[in-house]
């Protein structure tokens, strides 16, 4: 157990250490999000396939990215238009959204392995991140208007 938690979190702080001096130099970090939500995609399509250890290393490895990639990025990218004086109410906003995904994934993951299958689960979170990135690219993408 201890291995598979280093292979998600060795990458996240590698990626985490490059993101600001490298990564975003090259990548907007809009594209980021949509790319960690890719790999969120594939992880858990790939998942209920994996035979081997090292599959599983890898996909973790896969994962820790992805996570660093939604995570870190969507935090900023929530506090980045707002008022300095405001910003504090933006990320309990922000937290409170993550809290309540906290809570109720893997209450909805239960419930569907419950009734279906742990595979069925995980096809079911495959979906919802190609949802996720569809709403990403346009939400994060999306041309912003001047207001008057």
């Known amino acids: 157990m201890s291995y598979i938690n280093v292979a998600i979190l060795a990458p996240s702080i590698a990626v985490s250490l490059l993101m600001g001096k490298i990564i975003l130099k090259y990548i907007k970090a809009e594209w980021l999000v949509i790319i960690g939500l890719m790999f ?4 858990c399509a790939f998942l209920p396939f994996t035979e081997t250890i090292r599959q599983l290393y890898m996909l973790q490895i896969l994962a820790g990215v992805a996570n660093t990639f939604v995570f870190s990025l969507l935090m900023g990218l929530c506090v980045r238009d707002i008022l300095p004086e405001n910003r504090g109410a933006a990320m309990g906003f922000y937290q409170a959204m993550y809290s309540i995904g906290m809570v ?30 569809i709403a ?10 001047e207001q008057s």
Request: net charge positive; no cysteine.
């Open 40 to 43: 969120t995609a594939l992880y």
């Open 104 to 133: 109720m994934g893997p209450i909805i993951m239960g419930v569907i392995t419950d009734y279906f299958s742990l595979q069925m689960g995980f096809h079911f979170m495959s979906g919802l991140s190609v949802m996720l990135i």
């Open 136 to 145: 990403a690219a346009i939400f994060l993408t999306g041309k912003k208007t």
